[in-house]
């Protein structure tokens, strides 16, 4: 299964590194209020040290990881700690609108992977998505953004349906990918997720164009 | 042993203990506010408290062993700390103004801070001059 990277292990970890950090962050300051220097020198050097070893975990994560661009109908489930929601493009069109501009639109179809859940949860509580974001980037990294409405719809296991996006992008852009991500910025902060700071990311190929 | 091989293994050994001890305050937290609320107790609802106790044990025990209670008993402290996560995460659950999670996960973090401070404040006053 290719997904964006979030896990059960980097949420933890990331549960576990803003817990630490507020404890440090309320010991420094006790120990400020109270005039303990000692106290708030350790505190102080542990929340530097941890935060260190923290994005030093991101980095890794990243400096490891793969970019890969996904052919149309492949599959990326974007997870929400448990990764029911797959995603695929499934058609593109292109027409001229004048000014230089082409408006591309991109039919993603969302489906709810039933293979996902445990045999005891219900197959007909719907799942709501996290917020989107979907863009058409070019071969120089430029992101022509789109609207994400049309992601938002709640589904219930093994429903699906399909959505068009439209972009607006300059007709000298060439090499045209969708990026469809989470946007919730905390997965920023999450070791291995593909949001997280110079990690690559999985972007889809458009079908031939019509 | 080394003196970090000693450092390690005793600050893995308070992480194990503050699961223990996190996971049970936040299983008693959720089964007092069932009782309180003349609800029942779900089995959904024991694991998800149990498992954002063990979270905010793990993640408070070494902090707070380490540099605010280290001439505390241990027992004392895990037991006084997990009392105040339970008592917090109580109180969150009610004072939240809708149903969510987070306000009791909060409280029950203050509830634990404010425990860990009780203690130690409590522990210099008895301390013999």
Redo the contacts between chains.
């Keep these: 299964m290719i997904t964006d990277g979030l896990n059960p292990f980097a949420v933890l970890l990331f549960m576990g590194a803003v817990l630490t950090a507020l404890t440090l962050a309320a010991l420094y300051l006790f120990a400020r209020i109270t005039k303990r220097a000692p106290l708030a020198r350790l505190s102080s050097r542990a929340f530097l040290g941890g935060t260190v070893i923290y994005l030093a975990l991101i980095l890794m994560g990243s400096l490891t990881s793969h970019g890969r661009v996904l052919a149309p109908g492949e599959e990326k489930h974007i997870c929400e700690i448990d990764c029911h929601l797959a995603y695929s493009v499934t058609a593109a069109t292109a027409e001229s609108v004048g000014g230089g501009l082409v408006r591309h639109v991109v039919t993603v179809k969302v489906r709810f992977d039933e293979a996902t859940i445990s045999e005891r949860r219900s197959r007909t509580a719907p799942l709501s998505p996290n917020s989107r974001y979907v863009a058409l980037v070019d071969d120089r990294g430029h992101e022509y953004r789109g609207s994400a409405e049309g992601l938002m719809k709640q589904l219930i296991p093994g429903e699906s349906y399909t959505t068009d996006i439209a972009f607006e992008v300059p007709q000298k852009a060439t090499g045209l990918r969708l990026v469809l991500r989470n946007a919730d910025p905390e997965t920023t902060l999450i070791v291995g997720h593909e949001n997280s700071l110079l990690h690559r990311t999985t972007t889809f190929a458009l079908a031939k164009a019509s | 042993m080394t003196r970090v091989g000693r450092i390690g293994l005793v600050t893995a050994g308070l992480i194990a203990a503050g699961i223990v001890f996190g996971a049970a305050a936040g299983v008693i937290a959720i089964a007092m506010v069932g009782l309180l609320a003349g609800e029942g107790v779900w089995a959904d609802a024991l694991g998800v408290a149990g498992f954002s106790g063990a979270?905010?044990g793990?993640?408070?025990a070494p902090?707070?062993s380490w540099?605010?209670l280290r001439r505390i008993p241990i027992g004392r402290m895990f037991v006084v700390c997990a009392a105040g996560t339970t008592i917090g995460a109580v109180l969150g659950w009610f004072l939240a103004p809708a149903f969510d999670i987070v306000t009791p996960l909060a409280a029950a973090?203050l509830g634990c801070?404010l425990a860990a401070?009780a203690l130690f404040l409590r522990a210099r006053v008895r301390q013999p001059t």
């Design positions: 979270v905010l793990a993640a408070t902090v707070l540099l605010l973090f801070l401070v």
